[in-house]
């Protein structure tokens, strides 16, 4: 009399497999949902000027954190405020826009001289 083993062998080593698969494909997607929701935190940027001693500057904040403060124009030599409380705000939105598309915030020559800022 022949006694075959060899299939309960099979199926042990296909149920064990199955098994740690599945506890595997679980871990992954349970740490994909995990990155997922703390990626998509949201956002609530706002900009807001800021009165300095000889002039204007902004800050940008996100859910009243500020994130970006900026008391001076940016990429001019001399380290001097914005006139205008009406500039300052218009180079904090171009940042803000930046910042809103996943850009660089910073600032070139151009761009100041696009929002036509007073220097």
């Known amino acids: 009399m022949t006694i075959n083993t060899t299939n309960k062998f099979f199926w042990k080593k296909i149920q064990k ?7 595997l494909y679980l871990i992954i997607f349970l740490i994909g949902l995990l990155i997922i929701v703390f990626y998509q935190k949201e956002q609530n940027l706002k900009v807001q000027s800021i009165r300095v ?3 204007w500057g ?4 996100n859910n009243d954190k500020i994130i970006i403060k900026q008391t001076i124009i940016p990429v001019i030599s001399n380290s001097k405020s914005f ?6 705000l218009a180079v ?3 940042v803000l826009q ?8 910073t600032i070139t020559k151009n761009d100041l001289i696009l929002l036509k800022i007073k220097m």
């Open 53 to 55: 001693a000889d002039g």
């Open 98 to 105: 930046k910042l809103s598309s996943d850009n660089s915030p």
């Open 92 to 94: 904090g939105q171009l």
């Open 83 to 88: 006139k205008t409380e009406k500039d300052a």
């Open 17 to 23: 497999n199955f098994s740690y698969n599945t506890n």
């Open 58 to 61: 902004y800050s940008i904040a």
